[in-house]
């Protein structure tokens, strides 16, 4: 059935062209929204080792398999790009057009059609052909440079900075406002360049403005909010967890001091020469004690301290559990969509899309009779029954086990141009 719901991007068609890292997180994000998001899969898979049945960014949409290499390709993607408000490819700058499915030519058949490009160093510059990964594309913006401590090596964030924070976010940021336009009077299409060093640099602007007023200095672990203040960082405990402690302000400070159970000995923290040694003081206090006990201690007051969870941990904390923050679905546990929405709220309304899983429903719902045509060799043209995409607003029914294909086992961020007998123009940034 049709992939709609009650989420504000309810009637929205999205296409994404397959490929790894923001740019299916960002359909990911519209499709929890409500959109119909149709994932364009190609034959022999994307190269990420993940079993789909668990990739968890290809919840809520519907695959269908396309080799753009092969001669009908670019014409069926034309065609759900001519039915759709919004294409997503994340390939490096041309290799769409080369394709046959770039800007210029979905245009032409949808002139409203919102063309959403993902890569890590944009569409031009020096370095625009080139590979990358996260970690690259913030070294470069400065962004890398604020992580770690004073006498260490930055450290790397996982993929959540770049990738999905100015990535994926500053995508659909563009999509959305493309699309207001494109459906205003007079309104039209456009193209949508979202590179992650454009974001992340973006997302630099506070810590910037600091830096001009001579309020942050340019290392790591001298500032405020960098881990410099001995009131603002992690702390072990005895039993080797940790602790999070943001007490900026003086009221919240005091109560921190009182409840850490140090008030009358810690030395000022207006004073900086004295840091090291306030810091040694609270770090000494905490290992005297567990991260349960001092969860215990600070739990419901205003001293800004959090006990520092894994990621097996979060979703059982009291407060996430009360908010459901986390939601098990189709028998996976996974963030529940974000942000929240007090007459459309979105929902979590399929397991992860099965590549070609989807061909003839969305052959038949998007009108496109040519994708259950000459399917390419591998393709999979009929889904179990999955009770759970039957009812929009979010049923958690489990799907029934569907037969997947062995992927060799190998890094979850490698590029689809490292795979054997893929072309290093296949490949994008991220």
């Known amino acids: ?71 009908e390709g670019p014409e069926r993607v034309l065609d759900l790009a ?29 002139p409203r059609l919102v063309y959403g490009r993902m890569t890590g160093w ?3 510059g020096p370095l625009a052909d080139t590979a990358g990964h996260d970690i690259g594309y913030i070294a470069l913006t400065g962004a890398l440079g604020m992580t770690g401590t004073a006498d260490g090596p930055p450290v790397a964030p996982a993929n959540l900075l770049g990738d999905y924070a100015g990535g994926s976010l500053y995508l659909v940021i ?13 309104g039209s299409g456009q193209v949508v360049d979202a590179a992650i060093v454009d974001g992340t640099a973006h997302l630099t602007t506070m810590i910037r403005g600091m830096l001009e007023a001579g309020a942050w200095q340019d290392r790591r672990a001298a500032n405020l909010l960098d881990g410099g203040a001995p009131f603002y960082g992690t702390y072990e405990t005895a039993d080797g967890g940790h602790m999070a402690v943001g007490a900026l302000e003086q009221r919240f400070y005091a109560e921190f001091l ?13 004073d900086l020469a004295k840091w090291g040694e306030l810091r040694t003081a609270i770090a000494d206090r905490f290992r005297t004690r567990t991260r349960e006990e001092w969860t215990a201690v600070f739990e419901g007051s205003d001293a800004c301290v959090s006990p520092v969870l894994s990621l097996r941990e979060a979703p059982a904390h009291p407060h996430l559990a009360a908010r459901g923050t986390f939601v098990e679905h189709a028998g996976l546990t996974q963030p529940a969509p974000a942000p929240r929405f007090s007459r459309t709220p979105g929902a979590v309304r399929g397991a992860p899309a099965l590549p070609g899983a989807d061909t003839e429903e969305v052959a038949r719902d998007w009108d496109v009779p040519a994708l259950t045509t000459a399917s390419p060799e591998g393709s999979t043209t009929a889904r179990p029954e999955d ?17 997947t294909t062995a992927r060799p086992e190998g890094p979850s961020t490698a590029h689809p141009e490292n795979r054997p007998g893929a072309g290093p123009e296949e490949g994008p940034q991220r």
């Open 1 to 71: 059935m049709a992939q709609t719901g009650n989420g504000p991007l309810s009637g929205v068609r999205v296409v994404e062209l397959a490929g790894i890292g923001p740019g299916p997180f960002a359909a990911m994000l519209l499709a929890d929204l409500g959109a119909d998001v149709v994932r364009v899969d190609r034959p022999g898979g994307s190269g990420i080792s993940i079993d789909p049945a668990h990739d968890l960014t290809n919840r809520g949409k519907r695959s269908v398999l396309v080799d753009l290499k092969a001669p």
């Open 82 to 110: 001519e039915r759709a408000d919004v294409l997503i490819e994340g390939f490096r700058p041309g290799v769409a057009e080369r394709l046959g499915v770039g800007p210029e030519h979905c245009l032409a058949r949808n």
């Open 122 to 124: 944009g569409q031009d």
């Open 174 to 186: 563009g999509i959305l406002a493309a699309l207001q336009h494109a459906r205003a009077e007079g």
């Open 258 to 270: 009182r409840l850490l159970g140090i008030a009358d000995e810690a030395p000022p923290r207006e």
């Open 387 to 403: 009770p759970s995409t039957a009812h929009p607003e979010g049923s958690t029914t489990a799907r029934p086990e569907a037969p």
